[in-house]
């Protein structure tokens, strides 16, 4: 039943339920809501920056997004998360409604010495989002946010690419799709904003733009059928035009609306980070952070990805395997379900219907020596 060899398959057949627990994959942080995640590579280190999703504490929002503060986690093997606690709060922001509940979609690049934190939020004067920056002099903070918004920017999800060059440039959502380069200083504009060229109709957000040889890589949340796809466009300049590639991942089969997403490299592997209402099924505003890998095609478009609950990293086949998070499932004998449907953070089981139903785990390491 057990193969023998580095990073290979463990598959488990069973005619019983077994029980979950609380260790990998995904989701990949398991105690609070994590939605929006942004990777970034800092020091050797993974950082992921998101938005912290809340049940909300006041009668208007309870039925939508809120969101107070931020948190930053850091991993060196995208299994094991240190949660480096808030770093940006709604209450410590001058310019920000301290009681809107509006801390969506961040990002963070490093840049001459500093870390540049960048996010949206409700204002106190006026309506809508602006788009503020935070600044600190380690990926985990402390951070220490501007007096005022950039000038110029209305609009949510923020991501600033820097490019081989040097220059810098910020994307973000805001009566369409926008761009300008930013000056080196990093939280003012050096051009008009512009359009974003090349997309498809329908509804766009959450802009993730990377570099990858000499080809830029516009990825965003788009509504194609019903929900968010993960979809993408590729130029030649940072801010276009750009040429749509097609879809990342498909929409949710399970509702969920939003999907918000960032790539990154990491230990010469691509990561897409992205998000799902894993651990609120019946409420789509409270989502949790998931990792997948990704790769790309001889001539650099991007191979689809199907999203896992096994997600990455390798698991000591030694050890006790969590096969509620599979890589494959036999369908319609196997299926996993909540330990505790009042409270989805204790995790969930696995239930075998049938003699023979199995799950499929890969990516386990069973070291040099033969294992039974
Ligand atoms: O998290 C709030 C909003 O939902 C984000 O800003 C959007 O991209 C969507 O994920």
Not at 29 to 46: C, G, L, S, W, Y
Not at 226 to 244: H, I, N, Q, R, V
Request: hydrophobic letters at 35%; glycine letters at 8%.
């Amino acid at each position: 039943m057990f193969k023998s060899g580095k990073k290979a398959v463990v598959l488990a057949l069973a005619g019983m339920m077994a029980q979950g627990s609380m260790s990998a994959q995904n989701p990949v942080i398991r105690n609070q809501f994590t939605a929006d995640p942004t990777a970034r590579v800092f020091n050797n280190k993974i950082y992921m920056y998101r938005s912290h999703d809340i049940p909300s504490p006041i009668e208007e929002l309870k039925e939508w997004f809120c969101m107070g503060d931020y948190h930053v986690f850091s991993s060196e093997n995208l299994t094991d998360w240190t949660d480096h606690g808030v770093i940006v709060s709604q209450t410590t922001v001058p310019w920000v409604n301290s009681k809107s509940y509006t801390m969506w979609a961040p990002d963070c690049v490093y840049k001459n010495g500093n870390y540049y934190f960048y996010f949206p939020a409700g204002p106190k004067d006026g309506k809508g989002f602006r788009v503020g920056v935070a600044i600190g002099q380690n990926p985990e903070g402390p951070f220490m946010p501007m007096r005022t918004p950039i000038e110029g920017i209305s609009g949510i999800d923020p991501c600033v690419l820097i490019d081989d060059d040097g220059s810098s440039y910020i994307y973000w959502s805001g009566m369409g799709m926008k761009g300008a380069k930013l000056n080196d200083d990093m939280v003012s504009l050096a051009s008009e904003p512009v359009n974003i060229e090349g997309l498809p109709e329908g509804f766009k957000e959450g802009p993730f733009v990377f570099k990858r040889g000499d080809k830029y890589y516009y990825t965003f949340p788009w509504v194609q059928d019903k929900t968010e796809t993960l979809a993408y466009a590729m130029g030649d300049s940072p801010l276009g035009p750009f040429e749509f590639k097609g879809l990342i991942m498909e929409q949710w089969p399970s509702q969920c609306w939003t999907n918000h997403h960032s790539i990154v490299e990491y230990n010469g592997q691509w990561y897409i980070f992205y998000h799902h209402n894993d651990y609120s099924p019946k409420f789509d505003k409270n989502r949790s952070a998931r990792i997948d890998s990704i790769s790309f095609n001889p001539d650099g478009t991007i191979v689809q990805v199907k999203p896992t609950l096994r997600g990455v990293g390798i698991t000591d086949a030694r050890t006790r395997i969590q096969v509620d998070r599979y890589s494959d499932i036999s369908p319609r004998t196997a299926s996993i379900d909540y330990l505790n449907p009042d409270n989805c953070f204790e995790g969930w089981k696995t239930i075998f219907k049938k003699r023979g139903a199995w799950v499929r785990y890969n990516t386990v390491d069973f070291g040099d020596k033969p294992v039974a």
